[in-house]
């Protein structure tokens, strides 16, 4: 329910262009879940004086945060694989021990929907803690129609159980399953004659994604596919250029991706395609870290293209088990380069923007009142305390939310 409401003695991070935005000694208010105005406290127009007064105690307020690329609906543990890894096994032997993607989608597909939804729901709040509001979630754990559309309902249930929005996103094309060994084509045409339409038809598609690697789908696979979205009226993003180059965002930007994510390995035509495209570069360090990558996205590259760039958790079993999005920002800077205000742009702003949402991710008269009230000195305090969590209050769609 959309709600109304002031905020005085505040300072606001509005990130509505670059930089942080601040506005010290300022005041907001919003009415039926729009920010109406905001500005200097000393310029607050009378008429928001009947709005519900909340003291910000001389916070920051800034935009709710956004996490534009997850897996976090998936039943299983991995831990194994990750101390297998640490002592020396490698990825090949992990997955000829039934280990790897193929084990999450067993456990996934072992799993109801409301046991997948009872796994889900701590990881969710973890990221409710910090002030997420608008969360993207991927299927790609079923990798067969029934568990497919039951992650995706799983991610609807999220939206409706917890004050959050969640966008989905069809990742039916993450690896091959086994009943299709030797058969990518094959599979690849019953998600786009199948899976898909019917999917979309029954309202549980917001997006498109695909993985474009020599390990998973080639260039012309993820093509079909996407010429699919297109028909259907669904915006695509794309796995891209991770481990390899194979001209995926390009791919992407060809077909006016919302994003290409990962990017390693991301060249000059693909940093100028997505550029003339408008698609959005979504840095994935936590993956970055996880698996002990050393070659880093062109971010000097993307920064002098002017390409936006977002960040996000990847939250997943097997390479980002990650659910804090405060040291997404945080690794995005020291192992990326971003500079602080790029950073938690790309929590805010540019990661809405990877999600199509022109009015959330930024403090701006008529954008929705998802907001987010924090005890720090300065806006760089939300990503230079290591994990901390220092979440005062917030709003979403202009009504204030429980802290988990």
Not at 121 to 148: C, N, Q
Not at 178 to 202: K, M, S, V
Not at 290 to 303: K, S, Y
């Amino acid at each position: 329910m959309s709600g109304s409401g002031l905020i005085d003695n505040v300072n606001l991070a509005t990130f509505d262009s670059e930089g942080y935005g601040e506005i010290r000694d300022a005041a907001i208010a919003w009415r039926d879940g729009h920010i109406a105005w905001f500005g200097p406290q000393v310029d607050l127009p009378g008429e928001y004086m009947d709005l519900r007064r909340q003291d910000g105690h001389d916070g920051w307020l800034t935009p709710g945060l956004v996490d534009c690329h997850t897996h976090i609906v998936y039943a299983g543990n991995r831990a194994g694989e990750f101390e297998a890894r640490l002592n020396g096994a490698s990825y090949q032997e992990i997955a000829e021990g039934g280990g790897g993607i193929a084990a999450t989608v067993l456990a996934t597909r072992l799993a109801n929907e409301d046991i997948l939804l009872a796994m889900s729901l701590p990881r969710i709040d973890t990221l409710l803690a910090e002030g997420v509001t608008t969360l993207e979630i991927k299927s790609g754990y079923g990798l067969d129609l029934a568990s497919e559309r039951r992650m995706l309902r799983v991610a609807r249930r999220i939206g409706e159980e917890r004050a959050l929005t969640v966008r989905t996103t069809f990742l039916g094309a993450h690896a091959l399953p086994e009943e299709y060994a030797g058969r990518p084509d094959d599979y690849i045409d019953t998600l786009c004659q199948d899976w898909l339409p019917r999917l979309a038809g029954e309202g549980l598609v917001d997006a498109v994604d695909a993985f474009c690697e020599r390990i998973a789908f080639s260039p012309a696979q993820v093509e079909k596919l996407f010429a699919v979205a297109d028909r259907l009226g669904l915006p695509v993003k794309l796995h891209a250029e991770q481990l390899s180059l194979l001209g995926g965002a390009a791919l992407a930007a060809r077909h006016g991706a919302l994003s290409a994510d990962h990017l390693e390995w991301l060249d000059e035509p693909g940093v100028a395609a997505m550029r003339e495209a408008g698609t959005v570069a979504v840095l994935l360090p936590g993956a970055f870290y996880f698996l002990r990558e050393t070659r880093r996205p062109p971010v000097d590259a993307l920064r002098a293209a002017g390409v936006p760039m977002a960040l996000s958790t990847d939250c997943n079993p097997g390479t980002s088990p990650l659910t804090s999005l405060l040291a997404t920002a945080n690794m995005g800077a020291v192992l990326f380069s971003l500079t602080p205000q790029e950073a938690l742009a790309g929590i805010t702003r540019h990661a809405a923007q990877a999600l199509g949402l022109s009015d959330r991710g930024r403090i701006a008269v008529g954008a929705r009142a998802d907001l987010a009230l924090w005890d720090i000195q300065a806006p760089v305090d939300l990503i230079y305390h290591l994990g901390q969590r220092p979440l005062a209050a917030c709003w979403v769609d202009g009504a204030r939310r429980e802290l988990p």
